[in-house]
């Protein structure tokens, strides 16, 4: 697996990430749309030319980093890609991490990871960190 680092300026951007950007069942699991604004940096797991999951990392303020549009491929669940893709998010921070899910499984996860759950807001749960 691989993990590449794409904005909504990269040239591989749109042919890679389109499919998903569009797709209803991505944005039903996720739980809203999905937006390439221009401050994002697209965490992107893949395997040769096939898109395995994937993330954003967002700096909001100065050391206060959001993490999200999570998302794994089905037929690529359970063989840790979140959890590289979110180690990868990780990967020299320095700050508070903030990431909003309603997923069991990534809640799991953040938990294990040392994210403690936040408030919540309809069935939607912030976990915060620091880095």
Do not use: H
């Not at 992107?44 to 206060?64: D, T």
């Not at 508070?96 to 749960?125: A, E, I, M, Y």
Request: hydrophobic share 35%; charged share 30%; with cysteine.
């Amino acid at each position: 697996m691989k993990i590449e680092r794409l904005t909504n300026k990269d040239k591989k951007f749109y042919p890679t990430m389109g499919p998903f950007l569009a797709r209803r069942g991505v944005e039903k699991e996720i739980g809203y749309p999905i937006y390439d604004d221009p401050d994002k940096v697209w965490l992107i797991a893949r395997e040769l030319s096939n898109v395995q999951g994937f993330c954003y990392l967002l700096e909001k303020k100065k050391g206060i980093y959001q993490v999200g549009s999570c998302y794994v491929v089905e037929e690529y669940r359970q063989m840790g890609i979140f959890k590289t893709l979110l180690d990868e998010a990780m990967r020299g921070l320095s700050g508070k991490v903030q990431l909003t899910t309603r997923n069991p499984v990534l809640s799991k996860v953040l938990v294990d990871k040392g994210f403690s759950p936040g408030k919540s807001r309809g069935s939607f749960t912030e976990y915060i960190r620091e880095a």
